[in-house]
């Protein structure tokens, strides 16, 4: 069957919708082009609320290859369609994309996505037929036999290999692609559809050929050279995403702010697309993104490691809350690690709260995948509200305190209403109410998080406090075991 371009994939789901689906599908090239297509072909071959039991996305590990193969050989709860995709597989590679691997395994490492770069990484090792134990000495990766894991600089490989085992990771010992090429040959049942996500193929491998012959291929490459043609075809897909991402929401972008946001990200697609989402929502009720939104937004994040680092651990990224923190560690602002944690208590803190807030009847307004205007009109004022209900409380609990033989023996002194005011803003959701943004911001990651999740950090942040205080125990430690219990 014929390879179908990422650019024609609008008119192929209005023609296929209407004559029905292939049984197999793989989408490969560009990674947030691809996570696009999987998004729209799930949600058009599940187009109602079946997807919810009937669409089974499996990260793309060797390990997890049986398990695609008897979810795709099982019948869905609910009679109808069902949907199981195998997502970021690496299994079409070959020895012929040992450096490209590689090349990927540093990319991601550079990045400080340590986990996506060990599944590179590991895959590249099974190809080589090199034990991850051969690898565990630093220097080792003169074993690597490839010119970019001979330079000087590869200390990034031991970097890899450390995760690795820190992780309990191995490498796989089996060719996977024959046991799925097998499977796709002998055939599902008729109304399961497999879906495969792959950054890389080799269209020489019988896998690829048995997909290109019973299913269909969706090519979301784009060239990465600088030719003119290259460089074309890079900002036509940038114009192409940045189109989407701003249609849906109503917004435009003019030229300053376009070259300003491109002259950051260059072509990185998935960095672009995350920063536009982020100025959209800033811009609020204004229809135009502007230079000064890019310079407000953007630049501000770059130039605040201490913002970087609490945005991550809020986010559950492990690798890069690790990275943050080894980064202020390492510079002169942060004196001691007390001061990061006490930067991750006022989060979890604030977290706990919004959990507060979205239980209480202010939160009734607020749903998952509220957009920045409607939180604006309806929710805001809520917030605002719930904040002066909250003080109220505080207020009312100081009062009592204040009239308390006991709590007055036991005080030495009263409270200055300076203080007094400090405390209570710690409780408060949107201390700056004229700045709405930040708090739209966390309530959007409080979804990632359920109360009891944040009880237990909360429990886990005050041992750690009392670690760092009676023990002596490495203190860079301590502070890891809290991002460890808050990102996983």
Not at 137 to 154: D, M, V
Not at 179 to 205: D, S
Request: charged letters at 30%.
């Amino acid at each position: 069957m014929p390879v179908i371009k990422y650019s024609e994939l609008k008119r192929y789901l209005k023609e296929t919708s209407k004559k029905g689906f292939e049984q197999v599908y793989l989408i490969f090239g560009e990674e947030v082009l691809y996570k696009s297509v999987l998004d729209k072909l799930v949600k058009t071959i599940l187009p109602d609320a079946s997807r919810i039991l009937n669409y089974e996305p499996i990260e793309g590990t060797n390990d997890n290859i049986q398990d695609v193969i008897n979810k795709l050989n099982t019948y869905s709860l609910l009679s109808g369609t069902k949907v199981v995709a195998l997502c970021d597989s690496q299994i079409f590679y070959t020895k012929k994309d040992e450096n490209a691997i590689l090349e990927k395994a540093k990319e991601a490492c550079d990045k400080n996505n340590l986990k996506k770069g060990a599944k590179y990484f590991l895959n590249l090792l099974n190809l080589l037929n090199i034990p991850l134990g051969d690898l565990s000495q630093p220097g080792s990766a003169k074993n690597i036999n490839l010119e970019l894991a001979k330079t000087n600089e590869n200390s990034w490989i031991d970097k890899l290999v450390e995760y690795c085992l820190e992780n309990k990771l191995s490498v796989a010992a089996r060719d996977d692609s024959k046991i799925l090429q097998k499977a796709v040959e002998k055939g599902f049942p008729k109304k399961n559809h497999l879906i495969i996500t792959t950054e890389i193929v080799n269209k020489q491998r019988v896998l690829y050929k048995s997909i290109n012959k019973t299913g269909i291929i969706i090519d979301c490459s784009v060239p990465k050279g600088n030719r003119k043609g290259d460089k074309a075809a890079q900002t036509a897909m940038i114009n192409d995403r940045m189109k989407s991402i701003l249609d849906t929401r109503g917004k435009k972008i003019n030229r300053d702010a376009y070259n300003a946001l491109y002259g950051m990200t260059g072509f990185d697609l998935r960095t672009f697309a995350n920063n536009l989402e982020k100025l959209a929502d800033y811009t609020g009720k204004r229809n135009e993104i502007t230079l000064n939104d890019v310079q407000s937004v953007l630049k501000r994040t770059k130039k605040d490691p201490l913002y970087e680092f609490t945005n991550a651990t809020t986010e559950r990224n492990l690798d890069q809350s690790i990275f943050f923190m080894s980064t202020l560690l390492a510079g002169d602002d942060i004196k001691h690690p007390l001061q990061l944690l006490a930067a991750i208590t006022n989060q979890m803190r604030k977290l706990l709260m919004i959990k507060s807030f979205v239980k209480s009847r202010y939160g009734a307004a607020w749903y998952k995948g509220c957009q920045y205007p409607q939180f604006q009109s309806a929710v805001m004022q809520a917030v605002i509200e719930f904040d002066k209900a909250i003080a109220g409380t505080i207020n009312d609990w100081d009062k009592m305190l204040e009239h308390d033989e006991i709590f007055e023996k036991k005080t030495v002194k009263k409270k200055s209403t300076t203080q007094t005011k400090a405390v209570d803003k710690i409780f408060l959701i949107a201390p700056n109410p004229k700045n709405a943004y930040p708090v739209y911001m966390m309530l959007k990651k409080s979804d990632n998080f359920t109360e009891h999740e944040l009880i237990s950090i909360m429990e886990s942040i005050h041992e750690a406090d009392l670690r760092f205080k009676s023990t002596g125990q490495t203190p860079e430690l301590i502070l890891e075991s809290v991002i460890f219990k808050i990102c996983n």
